[in-house]
T-cell receptor, first 111, second 112 residues
Framework: SQELEQSPQSLIVQEGKNLTINCTSSKTLYGLYWYKQKYGEGLIFLMMLQKGGEEKSHEKITAKLDEKKQQSSLHITASQPSHAGIYLCGADRGSQGNLIFGKGTKLSVKP | NAGVMQNPRHLVRRRGQEARLRCSPMKGHSHVYWYRQLPEEGLKFMVYLQKENIIDESGMPKERFSAEFPKEGPSILRIQQVVRGDSAAYFC??????????FGPGTRLTVT
């Protein structure tokens, strides 16, 4: 069964708008990772969150992990066409270190 | 510091041939993970290795697939007697002992 649910599955926004992508787990997570993937390419590491309530920002992207460590959000402020791609959340369940992934959110930014 | 390197980037094999995918982790990283991304599906874990050891292979198909990470040289994912269903993007990630996984660009395998 899919243990990580991402929403929405796809998102189209106008350039300059803010947006949020969510990632929810049915189980407490050891760590939560956000990656960006362009079609046909590899995954670009964005952020890693490990502590409940943790929040990290890089340029216009902010990621948060809730206190229970079961839900994370990725927020992009003033989106740009360069933000377009597939955003994946990956969860570390702390057993052997391998990650499980959500199915991704496809983001398109209209200029 | 070069990132995770994978080669080849694209590989075409006929049914029944062998495919060898290589992964060189980032400098200083001693943990290697292999994942597979099938068309229209998410990224799935296959195997986790440290130098000369397989730590977790719970995601590996029982037959035809094997992986190694020798003392010297890259990690290798080997698929014997490939079938069309093996067509996918195969990603390698490496990790330092402190955590975080950094992915390579992937190898796109096409089985004809």
């Amino acid at each position: 069964s899919q243990e990580l649910e991402q929403s929405p599955q796809s998102l189209i926004v106008q350039e300059g708008k803010n947006l949020t992508i969510n990632c929810t787990s049915s189980k407490t997570l050891y760590g939560l990772y956000w990656y960006k993937q362009k079609y046909g390419e590899g995954l670009i590491f964005l952020m890693m969150l490990q502590k409940g309530g943790e929040e990290k920002s890089h340029e216009k992207i902010t990621a948060k992990l809730d206190e229970k460590k079961q839900q994370s959000s990725l927020h992009i402020t003033a989106s740009q066409p360069s933000h377009a791609g597939i955003y994946l959340c990956g969860a570390d369940r702390g057993s052997q270190g391998n990650l499980i992934f959500g199915k991704g959110t496809k983001l398109s930014v209209k200029p | 510091n070069a990132g995770v390197m994978q080669n080849p980037r694209h590989l075409v094999r006929r049914r029944g041939q062998e495919a060898r995918l290589r992964c060189s982790p980032m400098k200083g990283h001693s943990h290697v993970y292999w994942y597979r991304q099938l068309p229209e599906e998410g990224l799935k874990f296959m195997v986790y290795l440290q130098k000369e050891n397989i730590i977790d292979e719970s995601g590996m198909p029982k037959e035809r697939f094997s992986a190694e990470f020798p003392k010297e040289g890259p990690s290798i994912l080997r698929i014997q007697q490939v079938v069309r269903g093996d067509s996918a993007a195969y990603f390698c990630a490496s990790s330092p002992s402190t955590g975080g996984q950094y992915f390579g660009p992937g190898t796109r395998l096409t089985v004809t």
